[in-house]
């Protein structure tokens, strides 16, 4: 459940955009829009969905919204601050159609799908609201809007028991990473978490689909897939009546030119011997696991409904670090939440301390509307709750810098994502989630975005790394494993 900061999206190909020919493709286009996606990736992937179908529609995509016939924005509903995030971006576009810059906004995502009816009451200067799986639905309308019809639409339409299709997505990721929805919604009951009533129950995309869309997308220059869910050891469940990680991931490592598989959202359930052994084995699925824990201590998950007990999760994390090697984990956590004393905050810190996760996220409790948890006892105050977060994430900076720090000197593999001037590029090892965790900046010539390059490590910068590349003639066998130094902080 991490966050992506807002993404303003401009034309996936810049410099086509600034041609005359762009400026043609506009003329002729059916209206131009400008988009603003926000929220987590999974988020991101309706996004790219819907920029696909607005496209083969006839519509132009420019980068700036200002001057855009629309603007559309698809918004976050996770937690109050997301809410209070993507209110204040409509806000913004708001003002600029009220100055007569832009015809119309339109609101897709989980915001409206979390507050329905109520959001076109709280702002009822929004042109059209589209829930989550109204996306099919985008140029519909856009249509409407772009017709002069007046009349508010909104497009609420029930989970789907089918997966939907992501095939077709004009994608605003770089060419060679992309985000794998493997399935949409979550089955579990998580107290605290509004996830179910936006997105629903748990729907496994099929394998074969899944399939496709990887293999289309590598074929369109991907080498680094992110694999995506609510939940993503349920996968298969629904529809298979099992756990069918383990066959996709090893179908999906056949594909040939594709790098780099990481798992993201595996919840600590179902995590079985099978699935870690065929991580350990992959030498394209990397060694590194997001698994979001929410808290350890038994009273607190015993609240939260997380079904799981603070002994299993040791017991699952010792066991990965044991089996997985050079592995680098990822997890978020809640504080604050209901009834969490001093005591249990503490225990959390402690685990903190000596399981030294590479990689941590943390969440103060938000009260969300309707979900089991406001019924709790002892809601704590903001203070406190901020006042833990703050601790928390000192204590993991530490942690993480050591991490940092650990790798100064050696030789690391890093996927180069960006250029920042002539001699200076930005890229990621494989403990970097794209946009969410710390990068790589490389000095050195002759690199490509997209490529791999083995790269020197010289210096640590907060969380990320500064490091310079020497050609040599096996650039893309350069060593993928994190050195001997830095796995001591998996013990
Ligand atoms: S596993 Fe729990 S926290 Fe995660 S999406 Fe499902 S209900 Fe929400």
């Not at 996760?357 to 809601?379: C, I, N, W």
Request: net charge negative.
């Amino acid at each position: 459940m991490q966050q992506l900061p807002i993404v303003e999206l401009s034309p996936p190909q810049p410099d086509v955009a600034a041609s005359a020919g762009a400026e043609d493709d506009a003329a002729r286009a059916k209206g131009t829009y400008a988009f603003i996606s926000l929220g987590c990736p999974k988020n991101l992937v309706d996004s790219e969905r819907m920029l696909g179908a607005l496209t083969i529609d006839g519509y132009a995509l420019v980068s700036n919204p200002d001057g855009a016939d629309f603007v559309i924005v698809n918004t976050c509903g996770f937690i109050e601050s997301s809410r209070q995030e993507s209110k204040s971006v409509i806000h913004e576009m708001l003002d600029l159609k009220r100055a007569g810059r832009t015809r119309g906004v339109i609101v897709a995502g989980c915001l409206p799908e979390r507050l329905g009816g109520k959001l076109l009451e709280e702002i009822p200067e929004i042109d059209h609201v589209v829930g989550v799986f109204g996306r099919e639905e985008i140029t519909r309308v856009a249509d409407h809007l772009i017709g002069g019809m007046k009349e508010q639409r909104s497009v609420f339409r029930p989970a789907p028991i089918k997966a939907m299709d992501d095939r077709a997505r004009l994608r605003i990721t770089p060419k060679h990473f992309a985000y794998l929805k493997i399935s949409e919604g979550c089955d579990r009951t998580c107290t605290f978490c509004s996830i179910p009533m936006m997105r629903g129950k748990h729907v496994t995309k099929p394998i074969e689909m899944v399939l496709e869309e990887a293999r289309e997308l590598v074929g369109d220059g991907v080498r680094e897939l992110n694999i995506v869910a609510q939940d993503t050891t349920y996968y298969g469940m629904d529809l298979y009546g099992e756990v069918r990680l383990v066959e996709l991931l090893k179908e999906l490592e056949k594909i040939e030119g594709l790098d780099w598989i990481r798992l993201m959202y595996l919840y600590p359930i179902n995590f079985t011997d099978e699935l870690i052994d065929t991580i350990a084995a992959s030498t394209k699925i990397i060694p590194y696991l997001d698994m979001p824990l929410q808290h350890i201590s038994d009273p607190v998950l015993k609240r939260m409904q997380r079904r799981v007990k603070s002994a299993q999760t040791i017991e699952l994390v010792t066991k990965l670090r044991e089996r997985i090697p050079n592995l680098v984990l990822r997890t978020t956590f809640v504080v604050g939440f209901p009834g969490e004393t001093d005591a249990q905050f503490e225990e959390l810190k402690q685990f903190v301390a000596e399981t030294r996760f590479q990689r941590m996220g943390v969440f103060t409790y938000s009260l969300e509307p309707d979900t089991p948890a406001v019924k709790l006892d002892g809601h704590l105050p903001e203070e406190v709750k901020n006042a833990r977060r703050d601790e928390l994430m000192a204590l993991q900076q530490e942690i993480a810098f050591e991490f940092g720090d650990s790798l100064v000197g050696y030789e690391l593999d890093v996927l180069i994502d960006e250029q920042i001037d002539e001699t200076t590029w930005l890229g990621r090892t494989y403990a970097d989630a794209p946009e969410i965790d710390g990068n790589v900046y490389v000095r050195g010539e002759g690199l490509e975005i997209g490529k791999f390059v083995p790269v020197v490590i010289e210096a640590r910068q907060d969380y990320d790394l500064i490091g310079v590349y020497e050609p040599d003639d096996e650039e893309e066998d350069a060593d993928e494993e994190l050195p001997e130094a830095a796995a001591t902080i998996n013990s």
